[in-house]
C-alpha cells in the first residue's frame, strides 16, 4: 500500500468512527497572552455596547454606561476637539474617519468602544497643554475572592512623554494600586506591535474583607501625543494550574512550507521533542509552492521519509491554501492532487482525534472553486460547519476550525483590505463563529509575527456570544510578512526575515493550551538549537463556566 493509500485509510477510519456521534461527518521574549482557564467564571462584564443608541446620534457621547465616570482635567475644558475631549465611547468607523494612523488597526472592537486620543482633541484651538483623562468603572462586587482577573481589549500607541494606567481601589478607601502602567521606560515610542489590538489580563489580589472593587483607566500625555482604546471589560476568577501533559491530547500544527521541506522536516523534529504523541499533524495551507506533481512529491517525502520516520502522529489534516492552485493546470487537477495528499473526497472535513485529554473535534474548511474570490464556498459546506458547529457546542466540546486563510478583523494583518475579504462568505461566517465561544480558529496565509498583541484574538460580533470565538495565527514555516505604513488605505507589506515557526495544541477535558514556537532555520546542517516558546495561551472551556453575575 503507498503511503498516500494508507494515509487515505486512516482518515476513512478517522472519519467513520466520527460519524458513528456525528453522521454529518464528511459531506460530499516570551510573551504570555492569557484568556479563560480551568475554573474561570466572568463576574462582570462591560461591553459599552448599552450606549449604541446613543452614539448613532452623533457619532460618539461622553455619558458614560450606568455607574461609570469620566474625569478631565480643568485645562483640558476650555478648548479643543469636543469629539475626544477625554474619553469617548464611539465606534471604530467613527474614530478612524477622523483619521486612521493604526486607529483601523483595533479589529477586536466590538460595536462601541472607549477612545481616549490626544492626538485628535488636540486638533483645534485652546487645547491643554497635557492631555489627562480618567475612565472609572462602576463599583464591581469581589467580595469573597482571593484573587481576581481584570482582562479588556486594548489598542495603545506610545508616546514620548505619555503614560497610560490601570489601577484599583477597594471599597472607597482613596487608596489605589497599579495593575498597569506603560509608559517610555517599556514600550516602543509611536509604534509598538504589541500592544496594538491586544489583550490585557491583570491579575490582583482581593484583602480580606473587601465588598467591592473601582478600576481606573487613565492616559496621561503632552498634547498632541497619540491614543488608547479599550474594549470588552470583565472581572474573572483565576485559574488552577495547567494539568500534566500525561493528561493532554497533543496536535502539531504548521502551515505556509511554500518549497521549504527541510524547514518542515526540521520543525517535525522539534515538534516530536516536545511532544512525541502528538494525535494529529494539522496544516493550514500552502503546503507546496505552485501545486506540481514534483513539489507535493517533496512534501511526501519528508512525510514518509527517513528524516521523520517513526514520529509522525497517525493523522494528518490539511487545510487547501492559495498556493496548492498556482501551477499551470485546471484547478481540478490541482485540487484533486491536493485531496489525493489529505486523503479526502471534498476540500472540508471533520476529524475526531484521540488521545489523554479525549477526544478533539477538528472541522476543515476551504475553497471549492477557482478564483476570484480567494475562497468560493457551497451552501452545502457552510451549511455544514454551521451543523458540526451546533453539534460540538450541545457537547460541551471545544471545536478547532482550520482553514488557510484568516478571517476579516482576526489575527494580525486581516484588516488589511487584501485580506479582509478573502472569503465570499466572510461576515456569514464570522456571525456563524460569534455564536460558539468554544471555537478555535486556526489560519495561516499572512506570514506575520508571533510576536504581535494580535496573535491571538477573541473575536466578538454583534448579537453573539458575548465571548465570541478564539482566533489564532498558525505561523509559517517560510518568510515572515509585516505591515508599514499610517493609513490601512495605503498600507504596504515587507518581508522582514527568514522563519520556521509553528504551534503544538494541548486539549484537556475543561480547557486548552496553545503555544507559538520558534523552531529555527533549518540551515545547511539541518538542525540547530531553537525550540522556543514565544507565546502561551489556555483557553478554559467556556461551556463549563458559569455566566456573570
Known amino acids: 500500500m503507498t ?42 462584564r462591560e ?59 483595533f479589529g477586536r472592537a466590538d460595536d462601541v468602544i472607549a477612545v481616549a486620543d490626544s492626538d485628535e482633541y488636540d486638533d483645534a484651538a485652546g487645547a491643554a497643554d497635557r492631555f489627562d483623562t480618567t475612565l472609572t468603572s462602576r463599583p464591581v462586587r469581589v467580595f469573597g475572592h482571593d484573587e481576581l482577573e481584570l482582562t479588556f481589549d486594548s489598542h495603545l500607541r506610545p508616546w514620548t512623554g505619555q503614560s497610560a494606567t490601570v489601577t484599583v481601589e477597594f471599597d472607597g478607601s482613596g487608596e489605589e494600586t497599579t495593575l498597569l502602567r506603560y509608559d517610555s521606560t517599556n514600550t516602543t515610542n509611536d509604534y509598538d506591535g504589541n500592544l496594538a489590538n491586544s489583550t490585557e489580563a491583570l491579575r490582583f489580589a482581593v484583602p480580606s474583607g473587601v465588598r467591592q472593587a473601582v478600576f481606573r483607566w487613565r492616559l496621561d500625555a503632552p498634547r ?40 518542515f522536516a526540521h520543525g517535525l523534529r522539534d515538534l516530536d521533542a516536545v511532544r512525541p504523541d502528538g494525535a494529529g499533524l494539522l496544516i493550514a495551507g500552502d503546503i507546496v509552492p505552485t501545486g506540481t506533481t514534483a513539489e507535493w512529491q517533496q512534501i511526501n517525502d519528508v512525510v514518509a521519509g527517513a528524516e521523520t520516520a517513526g514520529i509522525m502522529p497517525d493523522q494528518l489534516v490539511a487545510a487547501i491554501g492559495n498556493h496548492e492552485n498556482y501551477a499551470a493546470e485546471s484547478w481540478e487537477t490541482l485540487r484533486d492532487r491536493f485531496l489525493d495528499f489529505a486523503g479526502r473526497d471534498e476540500v472540508y472535513g471533520e476529524y475526531v482525534l484521540e ?5 478533539v473535534p477538528v472541522l476543515v474548511i476551504g475553497q471549492e472553486f477557482p478564483r476570484p474570490p480567494e475562497v468560493g464556498m457551497s451552501d452545502e459546506q457552510v451549511a455544514w460547519l454551521d451543523e458540526r458547529l451546533d453539534y ?16 476579516g478583523d482576526t489575527v494580525s494583518a486581516s484588516w488589511i483590505p487584501w485580506y479582509h475579504e478573502s472569503y465570499d462568505r466572510n461576515d456569514e461566517l464570522t456571525a456563524m463563529l460569534g455564536d460558539h465561544p468554544n471555537a478555535i480558529f ?44 499610517e493609513n490601512t488605505s495605503g498600507i504596504g507589506e515587507v518581508t522582514t526575515r527568514d522563519i520556521n515557526r509553528g504551534l503544538t495544541i494541548d486539549v484537556y477535558a475543561d480547557r486548552v493550551v496553545i503555544e507559538a514556537r520558534d523552531f529555527g532555520l533549518a540551515g545547511t546542517s539541518g538542525d540547530n538549537d531553537v525550540n522556543e516558546v514565544l507565546r502561551h495561551l489556555e483557553v478554559g472551556n467556556p461551556l463549563l463556566h458559569g455566566r456573570p453575575r
Open 3 to 44: 503511503i498516500r493509500a494508507r494515509r487515505r485509510a486512516a482518515v476513512t477510519a478517522a472519519l467513520l468512527s466520527a460519524a458513528v456521534a456525528a453522521p454529518l461527518a464528511v459531506m460530499g521574549t516570551t510573551a504570555v497572552a492569557e484568556e479563560s482557564r480551568l475554573g474561570q467564571q466572568t463576574l462582570w
Open 47 to 105: 461591553s459599552f455596547n448599552g450606549l449604541s443608541g446613543t452614539v448613532a446620534d452623533d457619532g460618539y457621547t461622553h455619558e458614560p454606561p450606568r455607574g461609570w465616570t469620566v474625569e478631565v482635567t480643568p485645562e483640558m475644558e476650555a478648548g479643543g476637539v469636543d469629539d475626544w475631549r477625554g474619553w469617548s465611547f464611539t465606534t471604530r468607523e467613527f474614530w478612524t474617519a477622523a483619521e486612521d494612523q493604526m486607529r483601523f488597526r
Open 224 to 263: 498632541n501625543s497619540w491614543y488608547w482604546a479599550i474594549d470588552s471589560v470583565s472581572v474573572r476568577t483565576t485559574a488552577t494550574s495547567t494539568p500534566s501533559l500525561d493528561d493532554a491530547t497533543s496536535l502539531w500544527v504548521v502551515s505556509d512550507i511554500q518549497g521549504h521541506p527541510r524547514d
Open 355 to 359: 488521545g489523554g485529554g479525549g477526544s
Open 392 to 407: 460540538w457546542t450541545a457537547r460541551k466540546k471545544q471545536v478547532l476550525v482550520i482553514a488557510h486563510f484568516p478571517l
Open 442 to 485: 486556526l489560519s495561516g496565509h499572512t506570514h506575520y509575527p508571533f510576536e504581535l498583541g494580535d496573535w491571538a484574538v477573541r473575536r466578538r460580533v454583534p448579537g453573539g456570544h458575548p465571548d465570541g470565538f478564539l482566533a489564532i495565527n498558525t505561523g509559517a514555516m517560510h518568510i515572515e510578512w509585516d505591515a508599514r505604513g
